[in-house]
């Protein structure tokens, strides 16, 4: 399946042209009909000789209908580029033109229509030059030029033979296994429900599959598929295709929006663009300006904050990050159109560099357009190492998706995985959606970044096991789930040791100051004058405070049981081993028992017993405690 849009003036015979070829007129529109002029998108498919399969989209070359036209020509593979030979280029010949360079089509075939109006060889040899002088500037210099007349069908067998010599050498829509739908149709059909039409890019659909439509996040089932009213299992990229979709009503999906498979896509509100200004543009892009942007089939008002400059003057080239009055759904490479709003012209073209922005770039920062030119002309590695650059920890499908790619980076995931280059912390690379990822050069900062908050928090607390481990989450910077593999990788590599809830650096010992020594010194007699029946632990933070107390506790000295009762940590030992033994020889013994075995009081001793039970080492039954 190959795709063409039709461009073009007003009247130039493209809706006869395209049913010439089809067999179909593409007006389905009362009005249409009524005023023999094309308004919206029109649609049909016809088979070349060799039996390729051409899907074609007829747009309307009025110019009141430029944003039906912008629709229908992003995402096609080639343009039957339309010109009356009786009347010549004319201005949305020109627009259309523009239009179909700034968004890199590069194949096609201009029709030269009419011809059966035009008695003179001269006037029509003088129309193929003015044609080609015309092209020469665009990415469609150097395309066939065909007379041809859809009326008297002069012409029409070397157009169907020209279409199918450029299809067979231009290679197919690459499979990135990220199928997206921008829909350009959605409607109700008795019996079937909800449809949707488009051209399906970057991957495949099959029948039974959950989808998302973004943006607004709606999930639906894939119900059935169909290209040009044949019945489909699997639909492949590059080709038009309908969608029967449940769980949807049609009103609740619109042309501008696209069909992904869950958590592939994600629609953005900013977005970066190299952008392309037409040298006969009616204005420069300045900063701050509002324009229209078209994307896919989607359109939206945007602001454009030019990085670098004050303003990108006519026939210039820079980059811009563009604010969306709505979100849209984009990927690294798409092609957008830039036009003014009022009185309506096609100012120029971008394409996009970083689909995905969470704040605002500063305008003069070199690092900035640095970073964005890397990942414009970058190999693959390089845009997955800028795509990187400014996070600490990330999922690699993230970063895939900020780089503008999908499965076809593993290649390069696994180079910069082998070089040293991309840390997986977690997960399998092969897994993109479930890896963390880290560049080497970020790994580094957030190490350099820990051993400082660790050390300055060992130099404020110098008698704590070690600084609370969400805390040190928090002021690093470290994304919730990835501290587990972040604190594990980062132990490994021996800079610091974990705790159940805390962290501390590798070598860091607590250090007492003489007076803290005392006070410990002088506790620890104090329990061991009665080990049964020590200070309780508001006596022990009234003596000694929190600081020497904590110190104690954490480094195994002194083990509390419950709020109030704290036993040395060899005398609960000796406590839990004699207990042990009395157990295993009359097998079950009462909370009285145990009191007289150790000469202590019940307070003690029910504290000790109810840990044990928590602990797992004894069970208690009614009034008993056996062994667990």
């Not at 149709?185 to 991957?203: E, H, I, K, Y």
């Not at 204005?283 to 990085?307: F, Q």
């Not at 849209?328 to 970083?354: C, K, N, Q």
């Not at 605002?360 to 990942?375: M, N, S």
């Amino acid at each position: 399946m190959r795709v063409l849009a039709t461009a073009g003036h007003v009247d130039h015979g493209k809706s006869t042209l395209v049913e010439a070829l089809t067999g179909t007129h593409p007006d389905r529109l009362k009005e249409e009909r009524d005023r023999e002029m094309t308004i919206d998108l029109g649609f049909g498919y016809f088979t070349l000789p060799d039996g390729t399969l051409v899907g074609i989209i007829d747009v309307p070359g009025h110019r009141d209908f430029i944003d039906n036209m912008l629709a229908g020509v992003g995402g096609v593979d080639a343009a039957l580029f339309v010109i009356a030979a009786d009347e010549g280029p004319m201005p949305q010949t020109r627009e259309h033109l523009a239009i179909l360079d700034l968004l890199g089509v590069r194949t096609g075939i201009v029709a030269l229509t009419k011809i059966d109006l035009v008695q003179d060889a001269d006037w029509l040899a003088l129309m193929r030059k003015d044609v080609e002088n015309l092209l020469q500037p665009t990415s469609l210099r150097g395309v066939e030029i065909l007379p041809i007349s859809a009326r008297t069908g002069e012409g029409m067998p070397e157009l169907k033979q020209a279409l199918a010599r450029f299809f067979k050498e231009s290679p197919s829509r690459p499979d990135f296994r990220r199928p997206r739908l921008p829909v350009d149709r959605s409607f109700s059909l008795m019996g079937f429900g909800t449809v949707v039409t488009g051209t399906l890019l970057d991957g495949s659909f099959h029948i039974g599959e959950e989808v998302e439509i973004l943006p607004g996040g709606k999930h639906a089932r894939i119900r059935g598929l169909q290209t040009h009213n044949k019945k489909i299992e699997r639909a492949e990229p590059g080709g038009r295709l309908a969608v029967n979709l449940s769980g949807v009503e049609p009103g609740e999906i619109l042309r501008g929006q696209v069909v992904v498979l869950p958590g592939t896509y994600a629609p953005s509100r900013r977005m970066d663009l190299r952008v392309r200004m037409l040298a006969d543009s009616a204005m420069p892009l300045k900063h701050d300006s509002e324009v229209k942007l078209y994307l896919g089939t989607a359109e939206t008002m945007a602001r454009a904050r030019i990085l670098g400059a004050d303003m990108i003057a006519p026939g210039d080239s820079g980059w811009a990050q563009f604010i969306l009055a709505e979100e849209m759904v984009a990927a690294h490479g798409d092609r957008a159109i830039l036009r003014r709003p009022s009185p309506g012209s096609t100012i120029g073209g971008g394409t996009v560099i970083e689909p995905h922005l969470e704040k605002l770039h500063r305008r003069f920062d070199a690092a900035v357009t640095a970073r964005l030119e890397a990942l414009d002309s970058g190999g693959t590695a390089e845009r997955i190492l800028q795509a990187l650059a400014d996070a600490a920890v990330t999922v690699l499908e993230d970063v895939l998706q900020s780089a503008g790619m999908g499965p076809e980076a593993q290649p390069a995931v696994a180079q910069l995985i082998e070089r040293g280059e991309l840390l997986i912390l977690s997960g399998d690379p092969s897994a993109p959606r479930d890896a963390l990822v880290c560049s080497r050069a970020a790994w580094e900062r957030l190490m350099r970044k820990m051993e400082a908050l660790l050390g300055q928090y060992h130099r404020e607390h110098p008698l704590r096991a070690g600084m609370p481990r969400e805390a040190l989450r928090a002021r690093a910077g470290i994304p919730p789930k990835a501290a587990g593999p972040v604190l594990a990788r980062a132990a490994a590599d021996g800079m610091l040791v974990e705790s159940a809830h805390s962290v501390r650096l590798t070598g860091f010992e607590r250090v007492f100051t003489p007076a803290q020594r005392q006070i410990a010194d002088t506790l620890l007699a104090r329990f061991a004058q009665d080990p049964f029946q020590p200070p309780s632990v508001k006596d022990c933070l009234a003596e000694a405070g929190e600081e020497v107390y904590t110190a104690l506790v954490e480094g195994g000295k002194i083990k509390p049981l419950s709020d109030e009762v704290v036993f040395l940590q060899s005398t609960y030992e000796e406590m839990t081993e004699r207990l042990r033994d009395a157990l295993r020889v009359r097998e079950k013994l009462t909370v009285a028992e145990v009191r007289d075995l150790f000469g202590s009081s019940r307070k003690y001793i029910l504290a000790f017993l109810e840990y044990l039970d928590a602990q797992g080492v004894t069970r208690r039954e009614g009034d008993y405690r056996r062994l667990k």
